[in-house]
């Protein structure tokens, strides 16, 4: 473990350590995507207030920590979308606000090539009505579970959607499937799939956030050995928050009120950061980390609280990478700055 700085949270102490810094990074409401090694950074909003999204992809290369601007033309021009990679060399950009409409259609980008695609909707495609602020889980390497309130600037569904997203990249195709069950009307949550307890464990996705209720909400279920369990990709950061939440006091009740937080899933564990919250009528933009252990039934929740109001953050993402977790961009305590930083976490013990 590294040194610890000064302050304490929740009896452990905990920090975002800057390691990088350029203003290509400055924006919320984007997507940040982990392909290779690198961070790709899609569209968001620039400043707050803004109603155009950027149309710009930007890559990090986590390695040098260099931040470059693609060249590639046709990107998307969108916000409040969510993007998933495919296939090692596919990065697909699902939804989000364009500046006038709320969409439903993918964009690809092809990492090799460096250029943007347009796919169509297949045959049988059964599209949402528009999506913003909503939910994109990876279930296989052509599968994405999506999840959230649908609808378009005028009409809104009083309950959120399922929809079951199959992309392939040989014909440039998705297919949009809806499922039989609805969940309760969220916007701005975000989506963590779980393993349970016990020798042989189902999955679970899992909603937390983006409404009222401070209960996580069930969005598809599968049993044992359906979902292909990949490899751990921070052992070292596992074992930490294992030892990290051992020194915290848990509790079955989550934030309430909480959205457009960041959300990493490490192992058991759901690490949630920042949001607003709509319980609170000023200084909304928040700065607290939270832990949801599955480890076991009932899972238990814990709160740490930080005192820099500098870490304030809305709009922003999480990425794990080489055992660490990273913050890129997001808006601070004012809503409306962007924050050109990238940080990653340190747990102290």
Known sequence: MAAAPRGWAGGSRWTWRPVARDALLARAFHSCTELRGRLYLV????????????GDTVVLDLEGDQAVRMGARGGPRRSHHDAVPLGGRWLCAVGGWDGSRRLAAVAALDTERGEWEAWAAAPGSC?????????????????????????????????????????????????YKEEGDHTASRSGHCAALLRGPGPRPAHQLLLFGGCSSAEPEVAGHWSPG????????????????????????????????????????????????????????????????????????????????????????????TCLWNDQLYLVGGFGEDGRTASPQVYVLDLFI
Not at 43 to 54: D, K, N, Y
Not at 129 to 136: D, E, K, Q, V, W
Not at 265 to 294: H, K, Q, S, W
């Open 43 to 54: 569209g968001g909003l620039l400043a707050g207030g803004a109603t155009e999204p950027s």
């Open 127 to 175: 599209p949402p009505a528009g999506l913003s602020s909503h939910t994109c889980t990876r279930l296989s390497d052509r599968e994405v579970r999506v999840a959230g309130r649908e609808g378009g600037t005028r009409t809104q569904r009083r309950f959120g959607s399922i929809y079951t997203l199959r992309l392939d990249p040989g014909a440039r195709t998705y297919c």
């Open 226 to 317: 359906t979902i292909k369990d990949e490899p751990t990709v921070a052992p070292r950061l596992m074992e930490q928050l294992a030892k990290f939440v051992s020194s915290g006091r848990g509790s079955q009740q989550g934030p309430r009120g909480l959205r457009h937080h960041s959300c990493s899933v490490v192992g058991p564990f759901a690490v949630m950061f920042g949001g607003e919250a709509l319980t609170r009528p000023r200084d909304a933009v928040c700065n607290d980390l939270y832990i949801y252990d599955a480890r076991q039934s009932p899972s238990l929740w814990f709160h740490f609280p930080c005192a820099d109001r500098g870490l304030k953050r809305v709009g922003h993402r």
